[in-house]
């Protein structure tokens, strides 16, 4: 079972920064978050990474609390092209099964025009 | 570079028919999984490959589905016979390694349709 917690829906203005939240509250030392996205009639599209400290990448920012409990990606300027469920995703930095994704239900996030 | 490809796109068949779905990885990914996400479920796991040998199969249903990944290049994923239940969408990523840090690569699936 997915051990995050992500609101079912979320809306944004095109150009607004979109902030998507998740919770992990158990999420142990030993393990990363995860943020992929799937828009409609493709795969999984990985987006960032990051383990403590904040990320950033071409595509977006993560915030991760200093509990590690919990984190919001950002996207600064969302386009419609952004209309995806995002998945938060704790991940084991190692050991035997670290591989494996394990998806919940993720956040449908609509850009509005 | 290509990306991970899947073929067919789209699968309709009937009960008790045989499906072979397959896949292409990204060249020189060793790693190849199948995940699927059935009506109103989320995206599961199925299996992992490493090069041709199947690391973890904990995620495949039962017996009725068969994967293979001969010579360790492209994947295929036999469905028989097929029930209502199998209906859903079925994804094939790859990585170049298995570590916590490697990212994978989804393709876009292949829409199965049991009816």
């Known amino acids: 079972d997915a051990k995050t917690t992500q609101p079912p829906s979320m809306d944004c203005a095109e150009g607004r920064a979109a902030n998507l939240p998740c919770n992990h509250s158990?999420?142990?030392?030993?393990?990363?978050v995860y943020w992929y996205r799937q828009i409609h009639s493709q795969g999984p599209q990985y987006i960032i990474h990051g383990l403590k400290n904040n990320e950033t990448n071409e595509m977006a920012s993560l915030i991760i609390t200093e509990d590690r409990k919990s984190s919001t990606l950002i996207l600064p300027h969302a386009t419609l092209r952004d209309t995806a469920v995002y998945y938060c995703?704790?991940?084991?930095?190692?050991?035997?099964?670290?591989?494996?994704?394990?998806f919940g239900k993720g956040t449908l996030l609509t850009v509005n025009p | 570079e290509a990306g991970v490809t899947q073929f067919p796109s789209h699968s309709v068949i009937e009960k008790g028919q045989t499906v072979t779905l397959r896949c292409d990885p990204i060249?020189?990914?060793?790693?190849l999984y199948w995940y699927r996400r059935v009506m109103g479920k989320e995206i599961k796991f199925l299996l992992h490959?490493?090069?041709?040998?199947?690391?973890?199969e904990s995620g495949m249903p039962n017996n009725r589905f068969l994967a293979e990944r001969t010579g360790g290049t492209y994947s295929t994923l036999k469905v028989q016979p097929a029930e209502l239940e199998d209906s859903g969408v079925y994804f094939c990523?790859?990585?170049?390694?298995?570590?916590?840090?490697?990212?994978?690569?989804f393709g876009s699936g292949t829409q199965l349709s049991v009816l």
């Open positions: 995703i704790v991940r084991p930095r190692s050991g035997g099964s670290n591989y494996k994704l394990t």
């Open positions: 990523a790859s990585s170049l390694g298995a570590t916590t840090n490697e990212k994978l690569f």
């Open positions: 490959f490493v090069k041709e040998s199947k690391q973890d």
């Open positions: 158990t999420i142990s030392g030993n393990e990363y």
């Open positions: 060249s020189g990914h060793d790693n």
